[in-house]
C-alpha cells in the first residue's frame, strides 16, 4: 500500500459512523465526552498517551476490521461467454441473479468477461462457468493467464456442469494446474445432499447442509485440499490457495432445479457468501495492521499536546485533571 493510499484508507475510516459510535460504546476503551467528535478525542488524546495507552485505544479500531469502503472498487470477472442458455449467463442472465446479488452487497464491482488471456492488476478475483461449446474451452494462453493469477494470491471460483453439451475437459485443463481433477463423467442426475462435518475453514463457516444438482465430482492432489469429510457423491467442494472449486453450478441457481438444490436450498446460499468473501474481499487484518503502525507514528508526531477543542480542556487543565 502507497502512501497516498494509506492517507485514502485514514480519511474514508475516520468518516465511517462506525468509527465514531465504537469509540463512544466501546467498554475496553476510555469513552470520549457526550457530544465530542470520537475522531477529535482521538486525537487529542494521542499527544500524550504511552504506547499501553495507545493499544487500549485502539481496541476500539481493531475491532471494526476493514471500513466498509475498503472494498469498493474491486473489480470481479464474471464468465460471460458460457452458459446453457441466456438464462445461465452468469453476468446478466436471469438464473444467476441471486449470485450477483451475493457479490454486489459486499460492494463489488462486476464486469463481463469474454476472455482471460489478459487480467489487468486491478481484477481481484474471476468466476468461470463450465463451457458448454468447444469453441469457448479455455486455451492455453487463457490457462496460463489464470494460472498465474492464482498463484499472485488472485481470488478464482471455477463452477463445474454436467448439463447437456458441458465437457470437463473444457474446463479441466486449468483445474489440474492447481490439483484439482474434474470428473469427465456427470453424476447425481437426481440432486445429492451433503451434510456435515466440513473440514473447518473459512469457506465452511456455518455450513451444515448443502444440495447439488447434475455434477462433476471432483478429486485433489497437491497442495489442493477437499473441504468434504464424505467422498463419491459428496465430493463437490475444494480449494487450491485463493481458487475454490465446486461440482454444480446449478447449486447457486436463483431458481430451484428440477432437484430443487439451487441457491435458496440449505446453506447453499451461505456458502456462496463465504466463497465471495474467501476469494474477493479483502481481509480485515490487513489495514487493521497499517493502520495501527500509522496511528503509532502519529502518537510520536502528536507528543506536543493541543487544547482541546470542543470540551474546553486547555493543556494545564489536562495536566490538572491528571494530577
Same mark, same amino acid.
Given at each position: 500500500?502507497?502512501?497516498?493510499?494509506?492517507?485514502?484508507?485514514?480519511?474514508?475510516?475516520?468518516? #465511517?459512523?462506525?468509527?465514531?459510535?465504537? =469509540?463512544?460504546?466501546?467498554?475496553?476503551?476510555?469513552?470520549?465526552?457526550?457530544?465530542?467528535?470520537?475522531?477529535?478525542?482521538?486525537?487529542?488524546?494521542?499527544?500524550?498517551?504511552?504506547?499501553?495507552?495507545?493499544?487500549?485505544?485502539?481496541?476500539?479500531?481493531?475491532?471494526?476490521?476493514?471500513?466498509?469502503?475498503?472494498?469498493?472498487?474491486?473489480?470481479?470477472?464474471?464468465?460471460?461467454?458460457?452458459?446453457?442458455?441466456?438464462?445461465?449467463?452468469?453476468?446478466?442472465?436471469?438464473?444467476?441473479?441471486? =449470485?450477483?446479488?451475493?457479490?454486489?452487497?459486499?460492494?463489488?464491482?462486476?464486469?463481463?468477461?469474454?476472455?482471460?488471456?489478459?487480467?489487468?492488476?486491478?481484477?481481484?478475483?474471476?468466476?468461470?462457468?463450465?463451457?458448454?461449446?468447444?469453441?469457448?474451452?479455455?486455451?492455453?494462453?487463457?490457462?496460463?493467464?489464470?494460472?498465474?493469477?492464482?498463484?499472485?494470491?488472485?481470488?478464482?471460483?471455477? =463452477?463445474?456442469?454436467?448439463?447437456?453439451?458441458?465437457?470437463?475437459?473444457?474446463?479441466?485443463?486449468?483445474?489440474?494446474?492447481?490439483?484439482?481433477?474434474?470428473?469427465?463423467?456427470?453424476?447425481?442426475?437426481?440432486?445429492?445432499?451433503?451434510?456435515?462435518?466440513?473440514?473447518?475453514?473459512?469457506?465452511?463457516?456455518?455450513?451444515?447442509?448443502?444440495?447439488?444438482?447434475?455434477?462433476?465430482?471432483?478429486?485433489?492432489?497437491?497442495?489442493?485440499?477437499?473441504?468434504?469429510?464424505?467422498?463419491?457423491?459428496?465430493?463437490?467442494?475444494?480449494?487450491?490457495?485463493?481458487?475454490?472449486?465446486?461440482?454444480?453450478?446449478? =447449486?447457486?441457481?436463483?431458481?430451484?432445479?428440477?432437484?430443487?438444490?439451487?441457491?435458496?436450498?440449505?446453506?447453499?446460499?451461505?456458502?456462496?457468501? #463465504?466463497?465471495?468473501?474467501?476469494?474477493?474481499?479483502?481481509?480485515?487484518?490487513?489495514?487493521?495492521?497499517?493502520?495501527?503502525?500509522?496511528?503509532?507514528?502519529?502518537?510520536?508526531?502528536?507528543?506536543?499536546?493541543?487544547?482541546?477543542?470542543?470540551?474546553?480542556?486547555?493543556?494545564?487543565?489536562?495536566?490538572?485533571?491528571?494530577?
Amino acid at each position: 500500500m502507497t502512501q497516498t493510499e494509506q492517507c485514502t484508507f485514514i480519511q474514508e475510516f475516520a468518516c #465511517n459512523p462506525a468509527f465514531d459510535k465504537t =469509540m463512544k460504546t466501546s467498554s475496553l476503551i476510555e469513552r470520549p465526552p457526550q457530544g465530542v467528535c470520537a475522531k477529535a478525542w482521538l486525537k487529542h488524546n494521542l499527544g500524550s498517551t504511552s504506547l499501553s495507552r495507545l493499544s487500549q485505544l485502539l481496541v476500539g479500531l481493531c475491532a471494526l476490521g476493514a471500513a466498509p469502503s475498503e472494498a469498493v472498487g474491486q473489480i470481479v470477472w464474471l464468465d460471460a461467454r458460457n452458459g446453457y442458455s441466456a438464462e445461465d449467463n452468469l453476468y446478466n442472465g436471469q438464473n444467476f441473479s441471486g =449470485m450477483r446479488e451475493a457479490f454486489v452487497e459486499n460492494a463489488l464491482q462486476l464486469q463481463p468477461a469474454f476472455s482471460f488471456a489478459a487480467i489487468p492488476s486491478e481484477v481481484t478475483a474471476v468466476v468461470l462457468m463450465q463451457p458448454y461449446e468447444r469453441s469457448f474451452a479455455l486455451t492455453l494462453e487463457e490457462i496460463n493467464a489464470l494460472a498465474e493469477f492464482a498463484a499472485a494470491g488472485g481470488g478464482v471460483l471455477v =463452477m463445474a456442469e454436467a448439463g447437456e453439451g458441458s465437457r470437463a475437459a473444457y474446463l479441466g485443463n486449468f483445474a489440474s494446474r492447481l490439483g484439482i481433477g474434474i470428473s469427465q463423467s456427470p453424476t447425481e442426475a437426481d440432486g445429492h445432499i451433503v451434510e456435515a462435518p466440513f473440514v473447518d475453514h473459512q469457506i465452511t463457516l456455518g455450513i451444515s447442509r448443502v444440495g447439488v444438482d447434475y455434477q462433476r465430482r471432483l478429486s485433489v492432489g497437491g497442495a489442493a485440499v477437499d473441504l468434504t469429510t464424505g467422498s463419491g457423491a459428496d465430493d463437490f467442494l475444494a480449494v487450491s490457495g485463493r481458487a475454490v472449486f465446486i461440482s454444480d453450478a446449478g =447449486m447457486f441457481a436463483t431458481s430451484p432445479t428440477e432437484q430443487g438444490y439451487g441457491l435458496t436450498f440449505g446453506d447453499n446460499r451461505q456458502l456462496l457468501s #463465504n466463497i465471495v468473501s474467501f476469494i474477493a474481499v479483502p481481509e480485515p487484518t490487513s489495514h487493521g495492521t497499517v493502520l495501527l503502525a500509522l496511528l503509532v507514528c502519529a502518537a510520536v508526531r502528536w507528543r506536543v499536546k493541543k487544547p482541546w477543542p470542543r470540551s474546553g480542556y486547555t493543556n494545564r487543565e489536562s495536566r490538572n485533571r491528571k494530577a
